[in-house]
């Protein structure tokens, strides 16, 4: 597995390599930079070896041959290297352990999310509001409403017109009947003209009104 970070001990290796010439220096570093970036032991290939070391010339891979004997050893085909294998082993363990650490820190907010209730907008609130339906009231809650707030709203013939027009005010369904008889409080609450007069006085206007309609039907005529 290959590893994208491994500790690497400046000091320690100052003191190991203090011995070493400026070519078997940039051998071991290239040898060691290889074993840390595929994580594993090098291949006991010594054609190969020189190749990761750039090492063409007779000195140069003479310089790779002198480093894998003083620092490495030679297991079932494949150079290792004690100090490595033990850091590559002690990152790994790192990462896993903070993968597992962070896939369960996803997992316990995932099931968080899920087992809240979420607060809703406000697009969805009046979505939600709008899909109450609409009960119709009784008589006897409109009349006792009435009687609450001692208006003189009749209402029977509250009950009717509405029931006649479908339970609309105006062109819209009604949503609140307490809001509708409260309109008719306001627009009710003055007598017509036919309540303000007197018997004769609307006899009289009857009369009137129909020798008009008379008169001028016969005009027309």
């Not at 051998?27 to 074993?35: G, K, M, P």
Request: proline fraction near 4%.
């Amino acid at each position: 597995m290959k590893n994208p970070w491994t500790a690497f001990y400046w000091n320690d290796y100052s003191g190991d390599t203090s011995h070493l010439t400026m070519m078997e220096h940039g051998a071991y570093f290239l040898l060691l930079s290889h074993y840390y970036v595929t994580g594993k032991p090098l291949d006991a290939n010594a054609s190969l070896l020189h190749r990761v070391c750039r090492a063409f010339a007779d000195a140069e891979k003479s310089a790779v041959d002198s480093v894998l004997g003083m620092f490495f050893t030679l297991k079932g085909g494949h150079y290792h290297n004690a100090r490595a294998d033990k850091e590559i082993a002690k990152s790994t363990d790192i990462r896993i352990k903070r993968s597992k650490a962070a896939s369960c820190k996803w997992n316990a907010n995932a099931m968080q999310v899920h087992t809240q209730p979420q607060p809703q907008s406000q697009s969805q609130k009046e979505k939600v509001k709008s899909y109450v339906h609409f009960v119709h009231p009784t008589l006897e809650e409109v009349s006792a409403y009435c009687r609450q707030r001692g208006n003189s709203v009749d209402p029977e013939k509250w009950m009717a017109h509405y029931e006649a027009n479908g339970w609309k005010v105006g062109r819209n369904p009604m949503k609140n009947w307490k809001a509708a008889v409260h309109t008719w409080e306001t627009t009710r609450s003055k007598p017509t003209v036919e309540e303000t007069m007197s018997t004769k006085e609307l006899e009289f206007a009857k009369e009137w009104n129909a020798r008009e309609k008379d008169r001028i039907s016969r005009k027309m005529n």
